[in-house]
């Protein structure tokens, strides 16, 4: 099997230093967590830029441009991969405007609309809901614009509707294959980790594409795991989950990536350089 690829989603929309304190908000912190986490493994930093005062996300343009080229001038050889959602109430015209401004190695394409939520699973209290807006017009608009401006699209699974959603626009000839997904799981809304959603999810993927997944919470090693022994790649970062092992809080995104790192060593696979991880993702070389 090929190298793993580790991917650190430094902050999401929703995670802040009230509920972990190294969660990134200035140009500053997002370059130095992106350092720490190249240092324990990650070729890739998945970024939801903040709003240095508020810390809450910006579609703010010169915002976002501070903190990508922050974390360029700290880490020249990570590859970074820009969300397309940004946070709540961002239109679409906003949310893909920084992706042709600035043009990243990567960027998420979301593949379906849903309910998403952030709930206490142990009550079933859901504390902050959205409906998270991709239509049909949005998938196939944002793919275009990436593929114009040389940005490979991240396919966001969160559901198997979300790849037959894909599998169908891709018949227009609008991705440049091989493709990538990213497969989501335990956000409320969507479909929890289990190894046969796993296994069900991968297979209907097309031929050739590479994959990564991401679980959210308790999901997040579980799903690392299944991943290390099923040939595909991992997400971890404080976007998923706050803690680390036995639900000690994370001292950053860099700690879950030193988990994970054992966890494919563990399965006798190797960890992707950022240069392994351009030749794996078929990504332009620097």
């Not at 990134?24 to 992106?34: G, R």
Request: hydrophobic share 40%.
């Amino acid at each position: 099997m090929e190298k793993v690829i580790i991917t650190a989603a430094l902050t999401g929309a929703a995670t802040r230093k009230e509920q972990n304190p190294t969660v990134p908000y200035t140009p500053q912190e997002f370059a130095e967590e992106s350092y720490k986490c190249w240092k324990a493994g990650a070729s890739i930093v998945h970024i939801h830029v903040r709003d240095p005062q508020t810390g809450f996300p910006t579609a703010e343009i010169p915002k976002i441009r501070d903190t990508i080229n922050a974390i360029k001038d700290k880490c020249p050889e990570l590859i970074i991969n820009m969300s397309s959602a940004i946070g709540p109430g961002v239109t679409a015209e906003q949310r893909i405007a920084p992706i042709v401004e600035m043009k990243p190695d990567l960027a998420s394409l979301n593949t379906n609309s849903m309910n998403f939520g952030l709930v206490d699973y142990k009550t079933g209290k859901v504390f902050l809901e959205i409906i998270f807006e991709n239509t049909f017009k949005m998938l196939v608009d944002f793919a275009k614009a990436m593929r114009e401006n040389g940005v490979k699209p991240e396919c966001e699974v969160y559901d198997f509707g979300g790849i037959y959603n894909v599998l169908l626009v891709r018949k227009q000839g609008i991705f440049e294959e091989p493709m990538h997904f990213q497969l989501v799981f335990g956000v409320a809304g969507g479909v929890p980790f289990t190894p046969m959603n796993m296994v069900h999810m991968q297979s209907l993927l097309p031929e050739g594409a590479t994959w990564s997944v991401c679980g959210v919470g308790p999901n997040q090693f579980p799903a690392g795991i299944m991943a290390s022994i099923m040939g595909g790649h991992i997400r971890v970062g404080l976007e998923d989950n706050i803690r680390a092992l036995r639900g000690k809080m994370a001292e950053g995104s860099w700690e879950q990536v030193e988990v994970v790192k054992r966890i494919v060593e563990l399965a006798d696979r190797e960890v992707a350089t950022p240069a392994e991880a351009r030749k794996i993702l078929k990504l332009k070389m620097k």
